[in-house]
């Protein structure tokens, strides 16, 4: 297999279907298969396989495709991002232990933190992550992760992975890195020395604002295998059909990918000169925490983009019900751009907390539409 990412993109794990020779990877629709003996999987087409909770073979694919993106030995999928977040912390944490998390992570984390996990005994710590020596300092005897995302999620500060590995590891910790923003396409955390990676599929894997899927990726065998266990146990699967669509869309990803850096460039430098913006988040452009580590680990810097505008929260507000190709909308990472006020809808959650964002801030997703129009759409919207 080549190493070349848009290639493994295609082909990982998606072989000609030796059945039938077809192309796509087929939907397995089939919640059971047969078996050749009482206890005894099915040998043939189908190895390994009994029931579609414990392994389906367009699940498998998936699985595959995506652990080759990554370079990583093992993927796992999962129903939603949350499933596959869930699942590492109830496989990895105990009672008692203590997590570092980012100081402006995606209001769902914070979340399944704060209202779940600290009700079993876990503690948590939110700290700049894009400040190594903050991360440093705010390990512990207890500390049993460091959990990044990396851009983070609403204001795009970037972490130094392999400086955030010796650290965490240093600490005896395990280093968790949320990809979603970036993608395999544009930084490879395992590469970098982290230990496992969690994507919310849902975004710029799937592609399309069709599908909802999470994954975890990791090259350590032993975790992979308890992660295994527990994707059965607790059973937080994609359906076949889920698999197949996010398969669907990581085909395209490099492309995508080319074209919403492309785009969100454009639209970073409307912004820095328009006068009612008053501050621009985009990974690597000085300003943004973490600009060093971005330009040294990422190949470009994605779709997201930042900004506050003159006039508070009222003022987001308008301009975000005033544009006309960008839509009004959670979620990210698809075709079509979106546009948000994260603290009234996908940080709502961690208002009156450490994690809380300025009200006036808005989040774009930058899709793949012509430039122009994008363009166009904001500068009426700013007024």
Known sequence: MSDRLDTRAIHAGQSPDPATGAVN?????????????????????????DY????????????????????????????????????????????????VIPDDAYGGTYRLFAQVLQRW???????????TGAVEAACGPATRMVWVETPTNPLLAVADVAALAEVTHRAGAMLVVDNTFATPALQQPVQLGADVV?????????????????????????????????????????????????????R???????????????????????????????PGREGTPGTAAAHRQMRRFGGMVSFRV???????????????LFTLAESLGGVESLIEVPGRMTHLSVVGSP??????LIRLSVGIEDPVDLLDDLRQALG
């Open 25 to 49: 990877v087929p939907i397995y629709a089939s919640s059971t298969f047969a078996q050749d003996a009482v206890g005894g999987l099915r040998t043939g087409l189908g190895v390994g396989y």
């Open 198 to 250: 969690v994507h919310s599929t849902t975004k710029y894997l799937g592609g399309h604002s069709d599908v909802v899927g999470g994954a975890l990726v990791t090259d350590d065998d032993d975790l992979a295998q308890q992660l295994a266990f527990h994707q059965n146990a607790m059973g937080a699967v994609p359906s076949p059909f889920d698999a197949f669509l996010t398969l669907r869309g990581i």
């Open 52 to 99: 579609s909770r414990s392994g389906n073979p367009t699940r498998t694919a998936l699985q595959e495709c995506l652990a080759s993106l990554e370079g990583a030995a093992h993927a796992l999928a999962f129903a939603s991002g949350m499933a596959a977040e869930d699942t590492l912390l109830r496989t990895v944490l105990r009672p008692g232990d203590h997590v």
């Open 355 to 360: 994690l809380e964002v300025p009200d006036d």
């Open 121 to 131: 005994g876990v503690t948590f710590t939110p700290v700049p992550v894009a400040d």
């Open 252 to 282: 395209t990803l490099g492309v995508r990918m080319e074209r919403h850096c492309d785009n969100a460039e454009a639209v970073v430098a409307l912004l820095l000169d328009h006068p009612r913006v008053l501050d621009v988040r985009y």
């Open 310 to 324: 003159a006039g508070g929260a009222a003022a987001a507000e308008q301009v975000c019900t005033s544009t006309r």
